[in-house]
């Protein structure tokens, strides 16, 4: 490999599918090691072993990040098995929308439980070492980049519990990021607009036809799209900062 991320080591969670699954092999691609990160072991053994067929290294990791022991192995096993740790994509999300009057309160808990506590947990376990690396060759930078959504810009019915998750995310970043400034460690935030995933099937079956059709005749992103914004933004030379970028599909409002 020849690539901007040689010799250095990525974490990315929620990569068994959709906008996880690209990223880490866009971060191969460049030459990063990468650790991916979420439940579902026969996915991550695919991804991983993809990688690695195409000269990448990979290692698959399988934990539930809303349980702060398992985020905080899965960091740690990364820098045993991989060495060091340079790039963290916190990307493991749950979208579970519907009027909030008739929300099963189970679904914020699911909700807050991993696009707010698992973020959280992974980001405290990874902090130090993302300092070292930030101290060290080859880049003497490094980077957190959080998934948020255009549902962390705009607030719309039928969105509350998300749009709450996903505006914590913009604003957690933005506080984090004036924080480990001084250490060079940046930290950025992507809001993707309507992505082509699995995100939409977690749904309850009475609302999908609804959620169907709000995104009906609209050509969405592909995953991969997201995963070259993320892609950039980790492979700027340590003079830049990237610190958001919103990325709609073409047609979407
Ligand atoms: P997917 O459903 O394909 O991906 C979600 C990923 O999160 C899966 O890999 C899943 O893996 C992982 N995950 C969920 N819960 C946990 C957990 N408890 N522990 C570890 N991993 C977990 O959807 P997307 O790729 O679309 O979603 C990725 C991110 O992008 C999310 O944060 C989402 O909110 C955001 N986003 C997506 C948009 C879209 O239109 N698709 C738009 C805007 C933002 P597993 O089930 O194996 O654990």
Known sequence: MNGKLDGTVALVTGASSGIGEATARALARQGAAVALVARRRDRLEEVAESIRSDGGTA???????????????????????????????????????GPFAQAPADEWDRMLAINVQGLLRITQAAQPHLVRAAEDTPRQVADIVNISSTAGRVANAGNAVYSLTKFGVVAFTEALRKE???????VSVVEPGTVDTELGTHVRAELQEAIARQTEGLEKLHPEDIADAIAYIVTRDRRVAVNEMLVRAGAQT
């Open 59 to 97: 290692l698959e990791i399988e934990a539930d990040i809303t349980d702060g022991t398992a985020a905080q192995g899965a960091v740690e096993r990364t820098v045993e098995a991989l060495g060091r740790l340079d790039t963290l994509v916190n990307n493991a999300g749950l979208m579970l929308i």
């Open 180 to 186: 480990l400034l001084p250490q060079r460690v940046r």
